[in-house]
């Protein structure tokens, strides 16, 4: 099992819809959680982090927290197209080290 | 956020020779890592380099192969040795700050891409 592992993708969506990415993690211990978007050609860029359970929102964004579950969402609202990218979520271990998951990539059309 | 800058952009380089690979902040930060990112690819940590210290490698890489330095908290260097086309790649620098009410985010450089031919 991996550390950290994401919806499969490519995950499509229209102009306007709601994208969800989901992310699983395997260390319970687990404290910190990011999601990170990464345009082709490009570095990764923080979107989120979220610490606590709940909801945290930030504009179009919106990260989910469920720890019991082990179980980090993100969606994004009134989708564009400008959002096609890949969604890389992260997670600092309870060892304090970042693990990445392998990315789902998101498509929006118009 | 940290200012990362990350030399040479791009480079292509002949099979046995060397590159060295430099990451600069603009602050200085506890944890600094080396990430390799295949064309498609998910990000694969190479290595966390260690302020005064052997930088800590990952399972698959070895200091003899990528050795690393950091001499201080904003200054890194990460050498690809007797290059093969197989380590063509995006090499990435990447910085958190890992400080007690820090939020352990982690920044990135924009990048070196490494083709070998």
């Known amino acids: 099992q991996k550390e950290v592992e994401q919806n499969s993708g490519p995950l499509s969506v229209p102009e306007g819809a709601i994208a969800s990415l989901n992310c699983t993690y395997s260390?319970?211990?687990?404290?910190?959680f990011f999601w990170y978007r990464q345009y082709s050609g490009k570095s990764p860029e923080l979107i989120m982090f979220?610490?606590?359970?709940g909801d945290k929102e930030d504009g179009r964004f919106t990260a989910q927290l469920n720890k019991a579950s082990q179980y980090v969402s993100l969606l994004i609202r009134d989708s564009q197209p400008s959002d096609s990218a890949t969604y890389l979520c992260?997670?600092?271990?309870?060892?304090?080290?970042?693990?990445f998951g392998d990315g789902t990539t998101l498509t929006v059309k118009p | 956020s940290a200012v990362i800058s990350q030399k040479p952009s791009r480079d292509i380089c002949q099979r046995g020779t060397s590159l060295t690979i430099q990451c600069q902040v603009d602050?200085?930060?506890?944890?600094m890592f080396w990430y390799r990112q295949q064309p498609g690819q998910s990000l694969t940590l190479i290595a966390t380099?260690?302020?005064?210290?052997?930088?800590?490698?990952e399972s698959g890489f070895v200091i003899d192969k990528f050795p690393i330095s950091r001499p201080n908290l904003t200054f890194s260097t990460l050498t690809v040795s007797n290059m093969s086309p197989e380590d063509s790649s995006i090499y990435l620098c990447?910085?958190?700050?890992?400080?007690?009410?820090?939020?352990?985010?982690?920044?990135f450089g924009a990048g070196t891409r490494l083709s070998v031919l």
């Open positions: 992260a997670v600092i271990t309870n060892a304090g080290k970042s693990t």
């Open positions: 260390d319970r211990g687990s404290q910190s």
């Open positions: 990447s910085v958190m700050d890992a400080s007690e009410g820090a939020k352990n985010i982690q920044y």
């Open positions: 380099a260690n302020q005064g210290s052997e930088a800590t490698y």
């Open positions: 979220i610490y606590s359970n």
């Open positions: 602050s200085q930060v506890t944890m």
